[in-house]
């Protein structure tokens, strides 16, 4: 194969800090590459020296004669005075009716969310973040043979995550990306650069892979990496409870790595923490009743919902962009109150709610101070921590802790936005988007401290090795005003978004390209469960264990209800109550069973 682009002994630096240190390296044909590494290590820096938007202080850059390529940094600027349209198709130089009888391109403007954006929308008037997929449209459109990619799954959403994986997958380019994204960088990379200490250390296979090898690695180092092969080996013990083949081939002596995982425990304690949860919160935590959800404009996103969060509940919530789920988060918060119905809240909740805006950050102190601002220490599972340890554990060096709030970056004013909201000691966790501008590392150590906490939590993110792995029930909106459980979690919310996308088309197959359409296209979603072959059959067998957990649970639920009923008897209010949610619970039940039956079937 051929190299498409070289990287020769090259050296950058900004100011007195050198991001790369004489690296060499290539990209082939029909290689695809994920880059990782510590926010501000250098891998947008990389990125654009390797596509030619920064010159390297030293070293050679050299690419072959031709190159068609296109580059989507976090930094691109749309040309003011354009459209959409423009700025997506113009470049392609060809009539509309050209590339609108072109399924591909159709494809990429379904599945990036162009279509329900509008051709004719001036760019002036978009979001930052339809901005940033109007811009990965204009480069996925095009026949390359490279494509260079900063952070592209960020603003879009679950399916969009998936398509766009399918999309990378499937297409003939070369492709270079930096992510956070553990499921996407798994999915989609042949090759793993890691930007570490100015160099760049170069990996067989995606996410898995590279963790087995940092573990190698981590189990020859000294005693000073002590935490970090700690934090390598429960990351390793949760890939090998999960499917059973995820990485490629056992490239990297597996075996001694697995030898680090043999005395570690699970994750976590559920039955440990749902009862110290009950302790401390007692049995009402946030109810919802009867409650309608609505936009500013009176468009209603979720009717008559009635919806009791529990003790020590983990929840993750999914559904397209727009379809209320930063609504829902901020009436459970009890910020906005529901058009009608009723919010109720336990006596002893204490909210703890990271928002997607960094807009409640004390810019005028240092980093450790608006960290001891909330609290000195706290109380996490049975150890007690101080604010300098946990802001360590996320993150901030102690030399990084004298840093002025106002001087940190995006991804680091995340970071410590995520340890005040901690710190708070929360027994309730409303988290929207955590994982946006956090790098691998910081969401290993997040998903850490998560383990170990007690309360109830519900998570909205598009990242969903983030959801399965802290998660243990899965609830979507559909945008047909309900709140849908999900037993078979985000693969089970992808196949039912594909059928809507399907029977959708249908009604709609003579609508034209510029008319509302569903997220993603049919063709693309009808085989979202089928991005890798084998991978099928482990996914089932993963959604087989979740639903046996489910129904546990659920048994438990409806044995505690029914002895809750008994003793209602002469409380005509209180039993209605409980025998609606009996009812409730008793048709989730069937329904999982129902799911549980037709995978034990197929998997014979």
Known sequence: MANLVNLEQVSKSFG?????????????????IGVVGLNGGGKTTMLEVLAGIEEPDSGRVSRVGGLRMAVVTQRGVLPPGSTVGDVVLAPLG??????????????????????????????EQLSGGERRRTALAAALVRDLDLLVLDEPTNHLDVEGVQWLAEHLVNRRSSLVVVTHDRWFLDTVATRTWEVVGGGVETYEGGYADWIFARAERSRQADAAEDRRRNLARKELAWLRRGPPA??????????????????????????????????RLGRIVIELEDATLTTPDGRVLVNDLTWRLAPGERIGLVGVNGS??????????GELEPASGRRVEG?????????????????????????????ERIQLGDKEISAGQLAERLGFTPARQRTPVGDLSGGERRRLQLTRVLMSEPNVLLLDEPTNDLDIDTLQQLEDLLDSWAGTLVVISHDRYLVERICDSTWALFGDGRL??????????????????????????????????????????????????????RAARKELSRLERSLVKLDDREKTLHAALAEAATDPVRAQTLGAELDTVVAEKNAVEERWMELADELG
């Open 246 to 279: 995820r990485t490629s081939k056992p490239r990297y002596r597996i075996e001694a790595a697995e030898a680090l995982i043999a005395d570690v425990p699970a994750p976590r304690d559920s039955v440990a923490l749902a009862s110290f949860a009950r302790t």
């Open 94 to 123: 060809v009539a509309e009716h050209e590339w609108a009888g072109d399924a591909r391109i159709r494809s990429v403007l379904d599945g990036i969310g162009i279509t329900g954006l509008g051709l004719d929308a001036p760019v």
């Open 484 to 537: 849908t459980n999900l037993p078979g979690g985000i693969e089970e919310y992808l196949r039912r978004r594909a059928r809507l996308a399907g029977a959708a088309d249908a009604a709609g197959s003579g609508r034209s390209i510029g008319s509302a359409a569903p997220a993603a296209s049919a063709s693309a979603s009808a085989s979202a469960s089928t991005v890798k072959g084998s991978a099928d059959e």
């Open 16 to 32: 007195v800090k050198p991001l790369l240190e004489r690296v060499s390296l290539g990209v082939q044909e029909n290689e695809r």
């Open 347 to 375: 006596k002893t909740v204490r909210i703890g709610w990271l928002r997607q805006e960094l807009d409640d950050l004390p810019v005028d102190m240092r980093v450790l101070e608006a960290v001891q601002d909330v609290a």
């Open 324 to 333: 209320g789920k930063t609504t829902l988060l901020r009436t459970l918060a």
